[in-house]
């Protein structure tokens, strides 16, 4: 089927790029509003029914982790039905060393791990950009049986999913037409608090940013619209989350891990600190959550194996 709000171009940069820029720029070209996003693409199904955008962590390598996401779908037996996104965020760097066009969106290092906004062409929110692409796939015409969108992300993109799964906006034409959005974090290196508890005791005279965003909800960007703690909470606990961990993720000083002293205050590797947050959820609303964790044997912090493992293929597509 075509894809018409796709526009699929060859990127002219080079595969290769020097160290802490990205290595690969994705071919497929988004026009947002902010600008054109770069995004790699599977191949499109003639039934789509679902859709999993999956995003990349800090190295940017968007591809690698499509590619991760349909392997997935193919030993799921789910590649007949579901539609790969990987939306790239690229930022002044990679524009720069690839001489890509002044059109493509990107922003300052990570700031769009945490929703801010672009620094060209136009400025838009990193979570505003995933509110476009999720809002195009209510376009029925174009999107006829569509009845799942699962955004999901490893590591630095775990972060992005579970930040964007506490700010996103609503999106009323989806929720009409009956489709679903499931959120899965995996592995990422910290968690966006509702409040100033945590569970690791601390100095506070130094560690003064504990609770600001992204770690918790002081100074959120602009994207969060003036919401409340209390309105975003009770927004995210009826939000499908899913918390997928590695349980060999337990390395302390494992070199991508965050180890200031923000993320330090909510235990000292991902896997305690996925099972801290969740706890921490559930003890807040004993009413419950529309949430769960979910273990991975045997897998430490690698996307791959996280998101093709038996655990995670159930997660992705509700097997």
């Not at 995003?55 to 349909?70: C, D, K, M, P, W």
């Not at 029925?140 to 009845?147: A, E, N």
């Not at 590695?246 to 235990?267: F, N, R, V, Y």
């Not at 959550?289 to 194996?305: A, F």
Request: net charge negative; glycine share 10%; hydrophobic share 40%.
């Amino acid at each position: 089927m075509r894809i018409g709000w796709l526009v699929l171009m060859i990127a002219c940069a080079s595969a290769q790029a020097e160290e802490h820029g990205v290595k690969e720029i994705s071919p497929g070209r988004l026009v947002l509003k902010g600008g054109e996003m770069a995004v790699g693409i599977g191949p499109a199904p003639s039934k789509i029914e679902r859709v999993l955008i999956v995003i990349h962590g800090r190295l940017r390598n968007a591809e690698t982790y499509r590619e991760s996401a349909e392997h997935a779908a193919e030993q799921a037996g789910q590649s007949a039905t579901t539609l790969v996104m990987a939306p790239q965020f690229l930022n002044e760097t990679d524009v720069a060393r690839h001489q890509l066009p002044d059109s493509l969106l990107r922003w300052h290092g990570d700031d769009w791990m945490a929703g801010a906004l672009s620094t060209g062409p136009n400025p838009e929110s990193s979570y505003a950009a995933l509110d476009e692409i999720v809002a195009r796939l209510s376009d029925h015409k174009q999107f006829p049986d569509l009845k799942k969108i699962v955004i999901a992300g490893h590591s630095g993109g775990g972060q992005v999913v579970q930040r964007y799964a506490l700010l996103a906006h609503d999106q009323p034409a989806l929720e009409a037409a009956g489709v679903s959005i499931r959120y899965v974090v995996a592995n990422p290196s910290s968690y966006a608090y509702f409040n100033e508890q945590r569970p690791v005791a601390f100095d506070r005279a130094q560690c003064p940013g504990f609770n600001r965003w992204k770690y918790g909800l002081t100074d959120m960007p602009v994207y969060a619209g003036g919401q409340t703690a209390p309105q975003l909470e009770s927004s995210y606990i009826k939000r499908d989350v899913t918390y997928l961990l590695g349980q060999q993720d337990i390395d302390p000083q494992h070199p991508a891990l965050d180890k200031g002293c923000e993320a330090q205050t909510q235990g000292a590797y991902r896997l305690i600190r996925g099972h801290n947050f969740f706890d921490y959820l559930l003890r807040r609303n004993p009413q419950g959550v529309n949430q769960r964790l979910v273990e991975v044997p045997g897998v430490g912090h690698d996307g791959d194996k996280m998101f093709t493992s038996l655990e995670g293929q159930k997660v992705l597509f509700q097997q």
